[in-house]
């Protein structure tokens, strides 16, 4: 019983996460074509240990759609801010692309 509670609550918050998520092949586009310049590969060529993968996103407090989110919208040190260029829907796509392909190691 207790294991198929747990399963519940796992396929929960998975299911919140999915509802908040967005379009990873459309944030994919997005990245191609205003992110790719400085962080090719999932890498950061201008600050290089601040890097799109798992272990940096944890390591500096960003693994979460919603921190991602809030990243491409307000900018952070050198990154610029998108919020201007995207919108809403756009920065959701492309952080959940960074998200999903930061949780597959790019």
């Known amino acids: 019983m207790l294991l198929f509670a747990l399963g519940i609550a796992w396929l929960g918050a998975d299911a919140a996460l999915a509802a908040q998520s967005g379009?990873?092949?459309v944030g994919a586009k997005i990245f191609q074509g205003n992110c790719v310049a400085?962080?090719?590969?999932?890498?950061?060529?201008?600050?290089?240990?601040?890097?799109?993968?798992?272990?940096?996103?944890?390591?500096?407090?960003?693994?979460?759609?919603?921190?991602i989110q809030?990243?491409?919208?307000?900018?952070k040190n050198a990154m610029p801010s998108f919020g201007g260029r995207l919108n809403e829907d756009e920065i959701?796509?492309?952080?959940?692309?960074v998200f999903q392909k930061a949780q597959k190691g790019w």
């Open 23 to 25: 379009d990873p092949e």
């Open 38 to 67: 400085c962080h090719v590969g999932g890498g950061n060529v201008v600050m290089a240990d601040k890097t799109l993968r798992k272990s940096a996103l944890k390591r500096y407090g960003m693994y979460s759609l919603d921190a």
């Open 70 to 75: 809030t990243q491409v919208e307000y900018g």
């Open 92 to 97: 959701r796509d492309v952080a959940t692309y």
